[in-house]
């Protein structure tokens, strides 16, 4: 009898170590990579526009502005305050996978440099490339017509 009852609270001991493992390791992490990384791009946006906006013009309301700033940016991508301090807790404790996230942020920053740039450079393409200024009177093309 007194094995079973030693093998009885060895088995519980393990289960539940099990169970602490479980619930330390994944759940600590609401929000996905993905979805964290977007968050945070747009996180990284508003502060870009306190430090360099907010701060010349209303530097006595900078921070109620960001505060505002962040509460919007949270309610455009449907992520409660605490599911999202709870990821960045998640990434503090775990540094390979912020660092992760950080360099996933670059390249994402990277991408929407490189479409602005493109999109700015589009209006300049068609002025040159248009039917119209194909047409129009060159000074070689005047000469020519004489």
């Known amino acids: 009898m007194r094995k079973r009852v030693r093998t ?4 519980a001991a393990i289960w539940a170590c099990l169970l602490l493992m479980a619930a330390c390791s994944g759940a600590d ?8 990384k977007l968050v945070m791009w747009d996180m990284a946006k508003v502060e870009g526009f306190g430090n360099s906006y907010l701060i010349s013009q209303v530097p006595a ?24 301090f709870a990821s960045m807790q998640y990434y503090r404790q775990h ?22 740039y493109e999109y700015q450079a589009k209006p300049l393409k068609k002025v040159i490339s248009s039917p119209d200024s194909a047409n129009a009177a060159t000074p070689d093309s005047a000469s020519k017509k004489r």
Do not use: T
């Not at 009885?8 to 088995?11: I, K, L, N, T, V």
């Not at 660092?99 to 990277?110: I, K, N, T």
């Open 95 to 116: 540094p390979k996978e912020y660092r992760r996230l950080l360099d996933s942020m670059a390249v994402h920053a990277e991408r929407k440099r490189q479409e602005y």
């Open 29 to 36: 992490q609401p929000l996905g990579f993905e979805k964290m």
């Open 8 to 11: 009885g609270w060895a088995h």
């Open 61 to 84: 309301k900078k921070d109620s502005i960001l505060a505002m700033k962040y509460a919007e940016v949270l309610a455009l991508h449907k992520v409660s305050e605490a599911d999202f």
